[in-house]
């Protein structure tokens, strides 16, 4: 195996992903009226931007040594772990009460409480790691 071939090729998952979201019953969603379809860019799991989130969430975990973790912090620490690697999302993907939610780690967070589908379908493209070498940068990666 080459090392730094195999270097250049995990560098690509800092780059990210554009996951394609499905909604809740499994059809494709699109940017508001457009025929645009609805992505979220990730980062993956072998990227630097995932070294950094688990470097927080293991912080996280370790401020609250001898404590017991419900499981709502739990989930909480687990949203705000895909919300930092998370890179982006196109302007007016998302409303909240009619508004634009810009993207944010803290709007991510927010996104994935609140939509669980989502979240799912962002980590399963983090770990798409065929779709970060593939030539378009885009995946399908859904559940």
Not at 8 to 32: H, R, S, W, Y
Not at 33 to 44: C, M, Q, R, S, Y
Not at 58 to 79: C, D, F, H, T, Y
Request: some cysteine; overall charge negative.
């Amino acid at each position: 195996m080459d090392i730094e071939k195999t270097e250049q090729q995990l560098a690509t998952e800092d780059d990210g992903i554009d996951v394609e979201i499905m909604g809740a019953t499994g059809e494709p969603e699109f940017i508001g009226d457009t025929d645009v379809p609805l992505t979220i860019k990730v980062a993956g799991t072998y990227s630097k931007r995932h070294r950094r989130a688990e470097e927080w969430q293991r912080k996280q975990i370790l401020a609250k040594r001898g404590k017991q973790m419900s499981g709502a912090e739990s989930i909480r620490m687990q949203n705000e772990f895909v919300a930092r690697c998370t890179i982006s999302w196109p302007e007016g993907a998302f409303k909240l009460k009619g508004e634009s939610l810009p993207f944010s780690v803290e709007n991510a967070t927010l996104l994935y409480s609140r939509l669980p589908h989502v979240q799912e379908q962002v980590e399963a493209g983090m770990n798409d790691h065929a779709g970060f070498t593939r030539k378009n940068s885009s995946s399908s990666a859904s559940t």
